[in-house]
């Protein structure tokens, strides 16, 4: 095995000597004896490098109120919306509206040829009127009845047969009055009135088209567009708090359409459903708009803000600061040596990207707000705010990172329990 490792060593050293001159051959074998002795020398140990300080944004926490608000997205209803649907039949002979027209309540919205429906008033009538005068006749004859058998003139039989002709005379008349009343009603039917103000949606049927009594077809769609309703639903967690609210008073709402911010408009919170979805952990809430401006249209989806009560005094950050991993949401905070440290914290969502911190940070904390992708504890940095302005320059942990600061604010890879 010797003699082959030799064997071995020799060939190689012939194909260097094949390669190489000689003299360069002894200068490189010279080199690396050199670095060899180097390391020797220096008792085996690697140099240590410095850290290389990583580029993060911070700001100082700080107390200050804070209105306590909660977010969401809903769907704009109408005040009121009414299928229009026909109660008799008919031929429809006028149609007096047009699509999208706003309309007041009593408004001609449709006519149904009333020409049955007059006849079998006026053929109601005329039985009402004969069956009056029978029954005036039979009551005279009860009266005059009434005095011959007091005086044994007529038997009394013939009595109770006259009392008997006025009651059932008495009974036609009410039932004709209120086959009158029916009369009357479908003929008022055939007239469609606006059961509410609003705006009509398209007209199904045009002028000519026949119509069944209690048709299922919809002739058209009136929704109040002023006031608005917006339903929405949030988390269970925040029931309690707005039911204290909503007990004290009016709580007030802002929504505007999605995409169009500016359009804002303020009402208030005037439902709160009687159950939580078991489904989603929500529960329903429902705000009332004057609308006057008409800014929410019914099936838009808007943002809504519920204005809740004052924080006091409260701790609050960027949302760009918390951070999640397996130990819950933890921050990154500078310490006096300028090095990153972990440190867990409770925080909840307030208004915007805002979050107030109920426990880990004291005022005047430095929490790293941008950067996080390169940090791990221990590790040096160098702050900047989000302006690029040096850290010791007034801030607060509220100020948001802008998109001149370092990437990664979300995404650490180094933060402990990453998900």
């Not at 429809?92 to 999208?100: A, C, K, L």
């Not at 309540?105 to 009402?128: C, G, N, S, T």
């Not at 044994?152 to 008997?164: G, L, N, P």
């Amino acid at each position: 095995m010797a003699v082959q490792q030799k064997h071995q060593q020799s060939r190689a050293y012939m194909v260097l000597l094949h390669i190489f001159p000689r003299p360069v051959l002894a200068a490189l074998c010279a080199g690396v004896m050199a670095v060899l002795l180097s390391a020797c020398g220096d008792g085996g140990k690697e140099t240590a490098r410095p850290e290389r300080a990583a580029p993060v944004v911070t700001a100082k926490v700080a107390r200050r109120d804070v209105p306590r608000t909660l977010n969401a997205v809903g769907t704009v209803q109408p005040a009121a919306s009414v299928a229009v649907k026909p109660q008799v039949g008919g031929q429809i002979v006028e149609v007096p509206v047009s699509s999208g027209q706003d309309v007041i309540k009593d408004q001609v919205l449709f006519r149904i040829d009333p020409r049955p429906y007059e006849a079998a008033v006026r053929e109601v009538e005329a039985r009402l009127l004969r069956n009056q005068v029978l029954l005036k006749k039979a009551e005279e004859d009860q009266a005059r009845f009434s005095r011959l058998v007091r005086q044994d003139a007529i038997s009394r039989e013939q009595y109770d047969q006259a009392v008997a002709n006025a009651n059932s005379q008495r009974a036609l008349v009410i039932q004709d009055q209120a086959t009158l009343a029916s009369a009357k009603l479908q003929l008022e039917y055939a007239t469609i009135k606006a059961p509410v103000s609003g705006r009509i949606g398209e007209v199904f049927l045009d002028l000519g088209n026949v119509v069944k009594a209690n048709d299922d077809r919809t002739l058209l769609v009136i929704n109040t567009l002023a006031p608005a309703k917006i339903g929405f639903a949030v988390p269970e967690r925040y029931l309690p708090e707005v039911m204290a609210q909503f007990r004290q008073g009016p709580i007030a709402v802002v929504a505007a359409p999605e995409g169009f911010t500016r359009f804002s408009s303020t009402g208030r919170l005037t439902s709160i459903d009687n159950a939580v979805d078991a489904t989603t952990g929500t529960i329903k809430l429902e705000a009332t708009f004057d609308n006057k401006d008409l800014t929410l249209w019914p099936g838009q989806f808007a943002r809504v803000t519920v204005d809740l009560a004052t924080m006091p005094d409260a701790l609050v950050i960027n949302a760009s600061a918390v951070l999640e991993g397996i130990i819950g949401q933890y921050v990154y905070i500078v310490d006096a040596e300028g090095k990153a440290q972990v440190r867990p914290v409770k925080a909840r969502f307030v208004t915007g990207d805002e979050m107030m911190v109920e426990e880990g940070l004291n005022a005047g904390d430095r929490v790293v707000l941008d950067g996080q992708l390169n940090l791990a504890a221990g590790i040096p940095v160098v702050e900047r705010r989000a302006d690029g302005s040096p850290a010791n320059a007034p801030s607060d942990a509220n100020t948001p990172s802008d998109a001149n600061t370092p990437s990664g604010a979300n995404t650490p890879s180094g933060g402990p329990g990453q998900k």
